[in-house]
């Protein structure tokens, strides 16, 4: 647009002429509408290689903007132009209004990491009305997906999902709208979902924007988006017109997220005398693998003239193993609607996550009415089936478990099938089977053996042998999946339904030892006091087994491990079983301040040499003072074989000298709080314990040595939480004069982390030019409550910045959470100027203003074609020459520019290339 009284001695036929010009060139606005919907799926297709898919749905009527190339940002600093492939080149066209169009091309990267793969297109389409209105077709498009490779030694291969569930999709004013993109990862990694405003660059949100919910706000017009299903109800919508919604999906592995994709998508709401129909179909359905599942699915409409279109969109459709199938009239028939869903289930199908199938049924009554739909999303979860035939026995202190072979899942394809894993507990649980929870997770086992395959004798078995005598032992089998990463190691690990349980009761035919606590604590001459319970004489057979019987303790240092050794004078004799009593020892000369011991009794019967059988080894409890900040942690542990519930923990008095009970814990630590730094305090922990076995003593109570700790303040300050704010993000959108400033702002830990820091006394600010570039060392300030700075900065606003706390004795925390700002850069140009001397408008140059470029390359041509101009300087200052220097006559001339705009990451050619006509008007002075 000529900018008013700009040109005051322009004469009326060039005024003509230009407002003719404006006139002819609308229609280019108007056609290079354009993008609706899209995103960016991404899969692994070699150990450092991908291919990724660009998917858009476009305005059909959008001929000048139709693209038959994209460019996509890999990332890693490179672009390439990719050719749309679908429809021969030429996209398809699904109706008058969308167009559906792919793009694929493969990349090699340098190395394992991760990377933000996107494409920025300059226009969506027009008519949107939560985007910039009323001129969304000048908002760019940007869709980025974020991608991890995994470490090919541990963490297998990764592909972003697949959306089932096309993005475009109707509504009517004042009906209930749902929608689900239908998600299915191909390695089984779980999915949340998360709305967000739709983008138009890295980083930017587009302008404007509103969520649907928010045009015609009240509360009658809810949004939601449920983070476990994906599904999205909106209800209802209030005002009709074309809506953009976005939002990103998350893939999660082993509880880290290694994905994002940003679906964004389109609604079309209109005004309609037309209710949803509605589906009816499960909700949920768990089935063990092998086994076929199918269900009906209904569909009506309150409207009863409306004939009925029932579809079904999911990955067990698609299925490389075994696919499921969905019967249903084919086309539009009149309501009630039938189809069937069946689906032979594969143990491949095993999966933690659950596969959803959506039910779409679209109603209609003229091609004139819009369609309105209504889906049922069924959740189907394969699981895998329990082991067979599981059987026990016992012999000599060792339990084996046997179970069926064959497998009924063991050969599944990708060798998915993993192995075994054994679970006990005392005491039986007879819970039943929930073919919707698998594993014994909460049950009350405990795992023994992570995975196995042993096999003998045509069974696959596991021998226990830390079991302990007169216990009664029951145990699970579970059978295990696993995606194997090239490296042999599992991922994304699937526990099958437990097997029937099966218990044994072992004979006490040996002794049981009780009491492994600490009498004094020394370096040099440390005691232990050992005591142990006799065998019950009924498991013992006292007639094959006769005296004389003799117990030998014997010691190891350490927790566990280690050579035991006969302690000389601790062999006690006895002739006949009635005197082979409980028994107590006292080991002297032990350096029980630097080290536990560990004790085991070895019982002889019938005079022999050999023993008959040795207790399980029990060792001290060993305490571990670690000091900080007025406080002392301790932490404690033993290896015995009964089970200890409760730990009590003493202080020593200072003044009294003696130890004084200051709490307990149910875990192998505790925090003693509230203490004076410099001053040293000493401690010990009690255990309490119980074999819960009839006959032997129970609590059992068993001191640590005694240690000391002296807190010293070692804990660094909370991270503070940085702000930065410029003319960008939080000022107004006019010209800045150098220098350049960011306002830098960040939380006081004092203040914000009561409890935990109140002595920061000093503030580090770090920054770096260029986003992933080092931090240096900008500034230091004192003094917590100064919490402000104002960077200047010659050049542009773009750097990075982080802040870390440090306290009075010099501790210092993490750096903040780097905060970026990028400058926005500026650069417009006019469509005439007057080079007639009469200093105005003597030279071409951006209009109003230009800030943050680095340079551009622009071509200005006259009606010939020919180039007369050339220059890469922003501030262009074309005073109407040729490259020759010669004054150019008057008349409309055309340009190309390309600009290089001054980014946080660098220099970056802008999306766009800037191209129009100017109108070179000499006249009079």
């Known amino acids: 647009m000529v900018p008013k009284n700009i040109y005051p001695h322009m004469n009326t036929s060039l005024r003509l002429l230009l407002i003719l010009l404006g006139s002819l060139l609308a229609p280019l606005a108007l056609w290079a509408t354009h993008n609706r919907a899209g995103e960016i799926r991404v899969e692994q297709i070699g150990p450092l290689r991908v291919k990724a898919t660009i998917i858009t749905w476009t305005r059909t009527q959008s001929v000048s903007a139709d693209r038959d190339t994209l460019t996509i940002d890999w990332g890693d600093g490179k672009r390439e132009q990719v050719v749309r492939s679908n429809g021969n080149g030429n996209g398809v066209i699904l109706n008058d209004q969308v167009k559906y169009n792919e793009y694929v091309a493969e ?114 017009n809810t949004l939601s988006l449920n983070e476990r299903t994906g599904e999205i109800i909106w209800d ?13 999906i998350v893939s999660w592995r082993g509880g880290v997220p290694i994905d994002t994709t940003i679906r964004d998508m389109q609604i079309f709401v209109e005004t309609c005398n037309n209710n949803p129909p509605n589906v009816e179909s499960p909700d949920k359905i768990c089935v063990v693998a092998g086994q076929i599942v199918e269900f009906e699915v209904r569909a009506t409409d309150p409207d009863s003239a409306n004939l009925l279109h029932l579809t079904a969109l999911g990955g067990p459709l698609e299925s490389q193993y075994s696919k499921a199938t969905f019967s249903a009239p084919a086309g539009f028939v009149l309501p009630p609607v039938t189809g069937t869903f069946r689906w032979q289930t594969a143990c491949e199908h095993i999966s933690n996550q659950p596969y959803s199938v959506v039910f779409k049924a679209v109603d209609s009554l003229n091609k004139n009415m819009p369609k309105l739909a209504d889906l049922k999303t069924v ?15 016992a012999q000599l202190g060792v339990v084996e478990i046997s179970w069926g072979k064959p497998y009924f899942c063991e050969n599944a394809a990708e060798n998915y099938f993993y192995g075994f894993s054994v679970w006990r507990r005392e005491g039986s649980n007879p819970f039943p089977i929930d073919s919707c929870a698998p594993g014994l997770k909460g049950k009350g086992y405990t795992e023994i053996v992570f995975v196995t395959k042993q096999e003998k004798d045509g069974r696959y078995y596991f021998q226990d042998m830390n079991v ?130 560990q004790y085991k009794v070895a019982f002889y019967v019938r005079g022999e040499n050999v023993p008959l059988g040795s207790t399980n ?61 410099g001053q040293e305090y000493c401690y010990y922990v009690r255990s309490t314990g119980t074999y819960s076995i009839g006959g032997v003593i129970d609590p059992i109570l068993n001191n640590s040595q005694e240690d000391c700790g002296v807190p010293l303040d070692t804990i660094p300050p909370c991270v503070p939480v940085l702000h930065v704010q ?51 060392l900008l500034d230091v300030i004192d003094g917590a409550n100064d919490t402000v ?42 469509n005439a100027f007057t080079p007639n001397g009469d200093g105005h408008n003597d030279t071409y140059t951006p209009f109003p203003f230009w800030r943050f470029i680095d340079r551009i390359d622009m071509q200005i041509f006259n009606s010939w074609g020919n180039l007369v101009f050339r220059t890469t300087d922003p501030a262009i200052n ?24 001054s980014r946080v990451e660098g220099v970056v050619l802008r999306p766009d290339v800037l191209s129009g006509y100017i109108e070179l008007v000499r006249g009079g002075k």
């Open 107 to 220: 990349h090699t990267y340098a190395g394992p990491a991760t990377y933000r793969i996107s494409m920025t297109d300059p226009n969506r389409n027009a008519g949107i009305i939560n985007v910039n209105p009323p001129q969304s077709e000048n908002v760019p498009f940007h869709i980025e997906t974020i991608y991890t490779f995994q470490d090919p030694q541990f963490g297998g291969t990764n592909s972003t999902p697949k959306l089932y569930q096309p993005p475009i999709d109707q509504a009517c004013v004042g009906k209930p709208f749902k929608h689900n993109p239908n998600a299915d990862d191909p390695e089984g990694d779980s999915l949340s979902y998360h709305l967000i405003v739709p983008l138009q660059a890295l980083g930017t949100p587009v302008p404007n924007y509103s969520f649907p919910n928010q045009i015609g706000p009240g509360t009658n």
């Open 878 to 901: 074309w005073s109407g020459v040729n490259l020759d220097g010669n004054e150019l006559a008057e008349g409309t001339y055309f340009y190309v520019c390309k600009v290089y705009e």
């Open 236 to 248: 209802s919508p209030q005002i009709q017109g074309e809506y953009n919604l976005a939002f990103i």
């Open 726 to 776: 410029n003319i960008c993000n939080g000022g107004a959108g006019t010209e800045p004069d150098p220098p350049y400033e960011n306002s830098l702002s960040w939380s006081n830990p004092n203040i914000a982390c009561p409890g935990i820091t109140d002595d920061v006394v000093q503030y580090k600010i770090w920054f770096a030019a260029r986003e992933g570039e080092p931090l240096a």
């Open 789 to 830: 700075l104002v960077h200047a900065l010659p050049d542009g606003l773009a750097g990075c910045y982080a802040v870390s706390a440090v306290d009075s004795v010099g501790n210092e925390s993490a750096q903040s959470a780097v905060q970026c700002v990028d400058n926005c850069p500026e650069y417009n140009l006019p």
């Open 379 to 393: 959740s189907i979860k394969v699981v895998g089936p329990p082991p067979e035939d599981v059987q026990i026995k």
């Open 468 to 597: 302990e005598r007169g216990r009664t032992y029951c145990y699970r089998v579970l059978a295990k999946f696993a995606r194997i990463s090239s490296g042999g190691y599992p991922y994304n690990l699937v526990e099958s339904l437990a097997s029937d349980e099966v218990c044994v009761q072992l004979p006490r035919d040996l002794p049981l030892i009780t009491n492994v606590s600490v009498l004094q604590t020394d370096p040099a001459t440390g005691q232990i006091e050992v005591c142990w319970s006799k065998p019950v004489a009924s498991d013992l057979d006292t007639i094959l087994n006769h005296g004389p019987y003799r117990y030998q303790l014997l010691r190891a240092p350490g927790l566990s491990g280690g050579t035991f050794q006969e302690i000389p004078g601790a062999s006690f004799v006895a002739d006949n079983f009635w005197e082979a009593n409980d028994t107590c020892f006292t080991d002297p000369g032990l350096n029980t301040s630097g080290q536990p011991y």
């Open 617 to 677: 080894p029990a060792s001290s409890v060993f305490l571990t003072v670690n000091s900080t900040d007025n406080t002392n942690l301790w932490s404690w542990q033993e290896n015995v074989p009964w089970d200890n519930y409760e730990y009590t923990v003493f202080r020593k008095n200072n003044i009294t000298g003696a130890f004084d009970s200051i709490g307990s814990s149910v875990i192998q630590e505790y925090a003693d709080r509230g203490l004076v730094n």
